[in-house]
């Protein structure tokens, strides 16, 4: 069993839960599909694969669960659906978005570059910044090509 598995297990055991294999497939599944940002109906065909007697209203109230718990996170890429990703564990950095307009695609930015920013609120306001959500919007480079 992978860390990342043990530490699933130690949480949900601590909120009184158990890791059932409902639970357990679908964190593995997002867990698989990194950086695809699923919505419910998409995690859900791709459950009923391994657990062909789940229904989409389980996979709803578990997502649910796992966001509570912050196991996963809900993103919102205004296209009219709640999508899901791996959460990170508090102190990790969580990656950026960046959508593009032309096509939809959604790719992520790993790095860090609003540090500086961060640091800038807390002065000016104040405000001590734990987290920031960015999404940015254009075309990307694919989208760029094919205009010419
Ligand atoms: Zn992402
Ligand atoms: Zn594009
Ligand atoms: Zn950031």
Known sequence: MSQEKNDFKELLKEKGLKLTTQR???????EKHQGEHLTAEEIYELVKIECPEIGLATVYRTVQLLQE?????????????????????????HHHHLICNQCSKVLEVEDDLLDPLEDEIEKSFNFKVTDHKVKFYGICSDCIKDNK
Do not use: A, F
């Open 24 to 30: 357990r497939t679908i964190l593995e599944l997002l």
């Open 69 to 93: 718990l912050k196991l996963i996170e809900r993103l919102n890429l205004d296209d009219g659906y709640s999508r899901y990703e791996i959460g990170k564990s508090e102190n990790e950095h």
